[in-house]
């Protein structure tokens, strides 16, 4: 359907992105979320303010994009960076009222978008695409992508609308400072993390070329099927957390801590196994013989996704409870050995040096992060711990 080549392109521009739409893919919708979550019957004034702003973040992203784009292959792939530019807005206002969906109690409608209607309108218009005309291009694949992303839109606005018909209250005249104050370590948190996960395939994309990107870029998407228990169970807890921590419930508030550990650890062994397991089977099956290249990158990329599963949702518990800093020091330092790992070993190891360095800087963030909830919360959240415990417990 697409080559190697053609999608290490595609692949490239998509990361880039990410990366540029950071304070508007991922820092306004997690604030969002966690103040609608603290009166999630209220309609709250933020989520007009998180459009304004996300505008003002857009201007800028474009700017950015397209001066990339100007000096990526000499400009000879403009095109794929203007069709990307212009999904930037109607992505960010989705990914809003996405976390405004789930703040208001509806976590699994609040997913369905991303989670499904994004990669399905895709997948089902290639599908299409490809029995019409038989071949794909990196240009056709970003077209797909932004009609993903405005059916996206389209679903969480009725979802939204359904979920809150009550009239907007008044913008308090204190509450855009705070909400600024907040925003900026959120923004710099997404942003290493985004970075962090996307560091690999643009620094892949820069020294190795367009085919091995493409074959990154086929073992990170894999691996990504471990990460989405805790994305899931991340998603659902969230809007507790920030509800129980605002009312002062840390019992509670641990309780709901220990059980999502234990359950995103138990869960996240399966499709680590079935990866590993059938990983040589599965890859030339679903994407072609030219990527079985990736499946030593796949081991080490799933297993940086264990490491994650077995601390955790300690990036969501200290982001809900007004401790994002931390996180920031936390994801910067991953971030940090990242880079430093990826400059020294991808030029050496190709791309299995990529995803050794992901999984060291995965170990990175975790451990810090793990040592910040038990020092400000006094919570236990590594799942492998906390399944230590109960098996003590009920001897």
Same mark, same amino acid.
């Given at each position: ?20 739409? &950071?304070?508007?893919?991922?820092? /306004?919708?997690?604030?969002?979320? +966690?103040? &609608? ?15 304004? !702003?996300?505008?003002?973040? $857009?201007?800028?992203?474009a700017i950015t994009l397209l001066t990339i784009g100007r000096f990526y292959n000499n400009g000879a792939q403009i ?5 990307? /530019?212009? =999904? ?6 989705? %990914? ?32 299409? $695409? ?48 705070? $909400?600024?104050?907040? /925003? ?18 643009? &620094?892949? @994309? ?6 091995n990107t493409g074959i990154y870029r086929v073992a990170v998407q894999l691996s990504l099927l471990v990460a989405m ?26 309780? !709901? &801590?220990? +059980? ?7 869960l996240t062994l399966f499709p680590a196994i079935i990866l590993l397991t059938f990983g040589t089977y599965l890859i ?17 990329? !799933? ?46 190891? @190709? ?9 060291? =800087? ?7 992060? $793990?040592? %910040? ?15 230590? +415990?109960? +098996?003590?417990?009920?001897?």
């Amino acid at each position: 359907m697409l080559g190697a080549e053609a999608f290490g392109r595609y692949s490239f521009v998509l990361a880039l992105l990410t990366f540029i739409s &950071v304070p508007i893919q991922s820092a /306004l919708p997690t604030l969002v979320l +966690r103040e &609608v979550a603290k009166e999630p019957q209220k309609k709250s004034p933020i989520i007009k303010w998180a459009k304004k !702003v996300s505008l003002l973040y $857009w201007f800028f992203g474009a700017i950015t994009l397209l001066t990339i784009g100007r000096f990526y292959n000499n400009g000879a792939q403009i095109d794929l960076f203007l069709i990307a /530019l212009f =999904s930037m807005p109607f992505m960010a206002i989705a %990914m809003i009222k996405s976390a405004e969906i789930k703040a208001r109690g509806a976590v699994v409608v609040g997913q369905v978008a991303d989670a499904v209607i994004r990669p399905g309108g895709i997948l089902l218009i290639c599908i299409v $695409w490809f029995f019409l005309f038989g071949q794909i291009a990196d240009f056709d694949l970003l077209i797909f992508y932004l009609v993903s992303v405005l059916l996206m839109l389209l679903f969480n606005q009725m979802a939204s609308d359904g979920l809150c018909k009550i009239n907007c209250q008044d913008l308090p005249s204190k509450q855009p400072e705070e $909400w600024r104050k907040t /925003l900026i370590p959120l923004t710099f948190l997404a942003g290493f993390q985004v970075l962090n996960a996307q560091l690999d395939i643009i &620094v892949v @994309g820069f020294i190795e070329s367009d085919e091995n990107t493409g074959i990154y870029r086929v073992a990170v998407q894999l691996s990504l099927l471990v990460a989405m228990i805790i994305t899931g169970v991340n998603q659902a807890i969230q809007p507790r957390i920030s509800l129980l921590y605002s009312r002062g419930d840390r019992v509670e508030l641990e309780e !709901v &801590v220990k +059980r999502s550990s234990i359950i995103i650890l138990l869960l996240t062994l399966f499709p680590a196994i079935i990866l590993l397991t059938f990983g040589t089977y599965l890859i030339p099956l679903l994407f072609g013989e030219v990527y079985l290249a990736g499946y030593s990158s796949l081991i080490f990329l !799933v297993l940086a996704q264990l490491i994650n599963a077995g601390f955790g949702s300690v990036g969501a518990i200290l982001n809900m409870s007004g401790h994002e800093r931390y996180t920031v020091m936390g994801m910067f330092a991953a971030f940090c050995v990242n880079l430093v790992m990826d400059i020294l070993l991808v030029p050496v190891l @190709g791309i299995l040096g990529a995803a050794l360095s992901t999984c060291i =800087s995965f170990l990175v963030w975790n451990l810090i992060l $793990w040592k %910040m909830v038990k020092v400000k919360l006094g919570i236990e959240s590594a799942g492998f711990i906390n399944v230590l +415990r109960f +098996r003590g417990d009920r001897k």
